[in-house]
């Protein structure tokens, strides 16, 4: 078993949706909770993380830990086209970095 | 630039030669990460350096693949005797200490192994 599981997708939905994205993990020594975004051909880069259970909004990016299921959540609310890209989570352990497998996103004009 | 920088961006290699990928990290940054990242899969943690500590290897996925890192900074990924199934985007990072710190990601090496 891995230790941060991602569905994959592709997920797409149209312009406007509210788009959900899930992990789970299996490590109760995870502390922080990070989400990544890659554009095609690019680099990760870092959208939001956040410490502990609760939720965490950024715009119309909200992060949610319940760590009681080991679980997290990053909600897009009115999705864009500009937000089509594959979505990473990762938790930190170790000084390195553990990535789930990242949901590709397509939003539909 | 600012930014992680990667080299070469593309390389096509016949199998069984050696291939060696760069990694120009941000100034000033302590930790160094290289993750492989293969098609439509998430990134696969290869090696991490942190300071003049020893590097963690544990992601190496066998003895063909090395790391080093010279005077802290940059980082040369090396892959001997290539195989087909080395085919994917080697993607560094670098980041400062601490657990919450963002890793700031080059735009990879996109390795073809022909």
């Known amino acids: 078993q891995k230790e941060v599981e991602q569905d994959p997708g592709p997920l797409s939905v149209p312009e406007g949706a509210i788009v959900s994205l899930n992990c789970t993990y299996s490590?109760?020594?995870?502390?922080?909770f990070m989400w990544y975004r890659q554009y095609s051909r690019k680099g990760p880069e870092l959208l939001m993380y956040?410490?502990?259970?609760g939720n965490k909004e950024d715009g119309r990016f909200t992060a949610q830990v319940d760590k009681s299921s080991k679980y997290i959540s990053l909600f897009i609310r009115d999705s864009q086209p500009s937000d089509s890209a594959t979505y990473l989570c990762?938790?930190?352990?170790?000084?390195?970095?553990?990535f789930g497998q990242g949901t590709e996103l397509s939003v539909k004009p | 630039g600012a930014g992680v920088s990667q080299s070469p961006s593309n390389k096509v290699t016949e199998k069984g030669k050696d291939v060696e990928l760069r990694c120009d990290p941000i100034?000033?940054?302590?930790?160094l990460y290289w993750y492989r990242q293969s098609l439509g899969q998430g990134l696969e943690f290869l090696i991490y350096?942190?300071?003049?500590?020893?590097?963690?290897k544990s992601g190496l996925p066998s003895d063909r693949f090395s790391a080093e890192r010279t005077g802290g900074s940059v980082s040369t990924l090396t892959i001997q005797r290539t195989q087909q199934e080395d085919s994917a985007v080697y993607l560094c990072?670098?980041?400062?200490?601490?657990?919450?710190?963002?890793?700031?990601f080059g735009q990879g090496t996109r390795l073809t192994v022909v």
């Open positions: 956040t410490y502990s259970s």
């Open positions: 990072a670098s980041s400062g200490t601490g657990l919450n710190t963002e890793a700031f």
């Open positions: 350096f942190q300071g003049n500590s020893a590097p963690d």
């Open positions: 990762a938790m930190p352990t170790g000084g390195k970095l553990i």
């Open positions: 490590n109760s020594a995870f502390q922080y």
């Open positions: 100034s000033g940054h302590t930790a």
